[in-house]
């Protein structure tokens, strides 16, 4: 970002905490890449080949999360933490436990539904912190946010709402 750019956000914000904030977002959505790359490839049986394929798709989706945070880091000049080794640790989701019998599609949909409902509060609680202050990261966070809101409803209709709140 140029000279501008950086000091509008400057003089609202500390800059350092805006990236700070943005690398725990692109740490959280480097969590859901591997988890659903994984899963698309574990699952096995009748409903775990459909959601294989779904989680197959949202890879690109999290992963284009991750790209944008971190073009936006850079727009601040900040760096994207090197995420090797410390995703358990930065990431809203902490350690990831995989469901442990590869047929059960709907363990497979609880988990990712509990990584798109952090998600959901995470950037809900940034776009509300940078509404008014810094309209980039604002209508990144926004965007985003639309996003995972829908990707949490896609998941609760792949195993039925019912269940999903159970
Ligand atoms: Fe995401
Ligand atoms: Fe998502």
Do not use: C
């Amino acid at each position: 970002m140029g000279r501008k750019g950086r000091e509008i956000v400057q003089a609202e914000l500390n800059v350092k905490e805006v990236i700070d904030d943005l690398n725990k977002a692109v740490a959280s959505e480097w969590a859901a890449v591997y988890f659903f790359w994984i899963g698309s490839i574990v699952q096995e049986g009748f409903l775990g080949e459909e959601v294989a394929e779904y989680f197959g798709k949202q890879v690109q989706g999290e992963l284009g999360h991750a790209s944008r945070l971190a073009q936006r880091i850079i727009e601040l000049g900040g760096q994207p933490v090197d995420m090797v080794g410390k995703v358990d640790s930065l990431s809203l989701f902490g350690k990831l436990q995989m469901p442990r019998d590869n047929t059960d599609a709907v363990a497979f949909v609880k988990k990712a539904l509990e990584f798109e409902g952090k998600a959901v509060e995470y950037y809900n609680k940034l776009a509300k912190k940078y509404f008014g202050k810094d309209h980039t990261t604002y209508q990144l966070v926004a965007s985003i946010l639309a996003d995972e809101v829908a990707d949490e409803d896609e998941l609760e209709n792949l195993i039925g709402k019912r269940s999903a709140r159970k």
